[in-house]
């Protein structure tokens, strides 16, 4: 998928240059550096927290939320995990997955319970009704296609983390061809992730705090562990 405009490289842990003007760019990292970057962000205390890792498919938005949720347990947080592709009622279901997904985060916002359907990708059909928790203090990982636009809302009193992860197509488009072993329409899935990023894109209230590129220099950060 097209990424966001980025017409000249930042230095290691600089601004994004391709951020939308209006507001300061968002803080580009390397893969290496972005768990521990990422959990810093997160408050130690409160409500509890949410973590929303969003970019192209094939990026590395499900490698990255498994080494945030290692990273906050071994600081004794606890944490839970929902991935967007869960709620995507099939390869067309996008913005309704996006829709299914923002509900469930405004249901745990307001300190409940979110309650939304699932699809079955094995039977092409819909599947069970997932069940969120409330979180009472935890982090909520959420990560997969059009996260950023399900997370475009005040979701105060939690804490929020936006993150866009970003790689290039030969990167993903290998990713993609060695993780699925079935053909699908790459370029109408990205399509519809293009126009769901509207809904972040167009208000500063919502854009990513950290963008992850790989190939960039991590540079000499303190601690790079996943």
């Known amino acids: 998928m097209p990424g966001l405009p980025c017409p000249t490289p930042p230095s290691p842990g ?35 927290a949410l973590v929303v890792i969003d970019g192209a498919t094939g990026s590395g938005k499900t490698q990255l939320a498994g080494r945030v949720r290692r990273r906050l347990e071994r600081q004794g947080r606890g944490t839970q995990l929902l991935s967007t592709d869960l709620l995507v009622p099939g390869w067309q279901g996008l913005a309704t997955g996006v829709r299914r997904t923002a509900a469930l985060l405004a249901a745990v916002a307001r300190g409940g319970e979110g309650c939304a359907p699932t ?20 982090v909520l990982v959420v990560e997969g296609c059009g996260a ?22 030969e990167l993903r488009r290998a990713r993609i061809a060695a993780r699925d072993s079935y053909t699908w329409d790459v370029e109408a899935w990205q399509a519809q992730d293009v126009r769901e990023r509207l809904a972040w894109q167009q208000d500063p209230a919502w854009w990513p705090d950290l963008a992850v590129r790989h190939g960039q220099d991590p ?3 303190p601690d790079l562990r996943p």
């Open 14 to 48: 600089g601004p994004h240059p391709g951020a939308p003007p209006g507001r300061p760019a968002w803080r580009v990292i390397s893969p290496a550096q972005a768990p521990a970057a990422v959990v810093s962000r997160v408050p130690p205390a409160g409500a509890g």
């Open 119 to 138: 699809w079955d990708w094995d039977r092409m059909a819909p599947g069970e009704q997932l069940r969120l928790p409330a979180l009472s203090g935890d």
């Open 219 to 221: 540079g000499q950060g």
């Open 148 to 169: 950023l636009a399900a997370a475009a809302q005040d979701l105060a009193p939690l804490a929020v983390v936006r993150v866009l992860v970003e790689a290039p197509e």
